[in-house]
């Protein structure tokens, strides 16, 4: 058995200028910075390296221009997933010791407690793949497609990630079912051993994650465990211009 010890952390951004609901979005201001630098900043409070990983100049040049490290990749990657394994393997040895965390470049407010969360799924060798849940509120809408559910092993590793509810309870009104069962929702926060995501871009999509919309299906298909750890704060993502307007409003109000 391997000795088991800390591995090196190396945090990731994919960015992108070309955005069907909102262009240009990882350079839009708030709260007078722009969205790609807040994230960054916020991983930073945590991890020794970050990369921001674009396919654009634009992007480049703000990430340079606030004195941050950038890495340029390819514009035909399909998932923030592959384009973040692409900078892994140009900035980072790639060896099973490091550890990559692909943080979301629209998620500002990413808080360090979250990122230290995931971090420490990793002080086993046996974890390759880990990722974030929260659990649900009694009175939150489970039934949002847009919110991904996740029902998870005693040892915490993910057993399926849904758009719909699990478990369904058959005998009793969907409205009492927060009060019998603990739901998880999912943070889209991940990190990898290197050589791990290196395999996952290998893998063709997989009937349960075209159904549903969701890659991390394709590797619990393919017989990779996701261990999963829990957060009490919520992810505030900016999908559209008025998901922006709201977290501005927020942290104006300094409740964020």
């Known amino acids: 058995m391997k000795e088991s010890h800390s591995p090196r952390f190396t945090g990731i951004i994919p960015a992108r200028y070309a955005s069907s609901r909102f262009p240009g979005k ?10 790609i630098e807040r994230v960054y900043r916020q991983a930073s409070l945590v991890l020794e390296e970050t990369w921001v990983a674009t396919d654009d100049e634009r992007i480049r ?3 340079t221009a606030f004195g941050g490290k950038v890495v340029m990749t390819s514009s035909e990657h399909r998932s923030g997933t592959d384009r973040c394994a692409e900078a892994a393997a140009v900035v980072t040895d790639g060896s099973e010791d490091t550890v990559i965390i692909n943080i979301q470049g629209d998620e500002p407010f990413i808080r360090p407690e ?17 990722t974030l849940i929260r659990r649900a509120e009694p009175d939150e809408d489970l039934f949002n497609p847009n919110h991904p559910k996740v029902i998870v092993r005693k040892n ?5 990630f849904s758009r719909s509810v699990i478990p369904f309870f058959r005998d009793s009104p969907a409205a009492e079912w927060s009060r019998k069962h603990t739901y998880y929702k999912h943070i889209g926060l991940y990190g990898y051993r290197a050589s791990t995501l290196r395999e996952l871009t290998l893998l063709p999509q997989s009937p349960l994650e ?13 017989g990779y465990s996701i261990r999963c750890a829990v957060t009490p704060w919520e992810s505030i993502g900016i999908d559209t211009p008025e998901d922006l307007d709201r977290a501005a409003k927020m942290l104006q109000e300094k409740l964020l």
């Open 114 to 130: 979250q990122i230290r969360a995931l971090m420490d799924c990793f002080t086993g060798n046996e974890v390759m793949i880990a």
């Open 156 to 160: 915490m590793d993910a057993i399926c």
């Open 26 to 35: 990882p350079l839009a201001v708030i709260g007078g910075m722009t969205m």
């Open 210 to 222: 075209k159904a549903e919309s969701l890659e991390q299906m394709r590797w619990i298909e393919n």
């Open 61 to 63: 040049e703000a990430v």
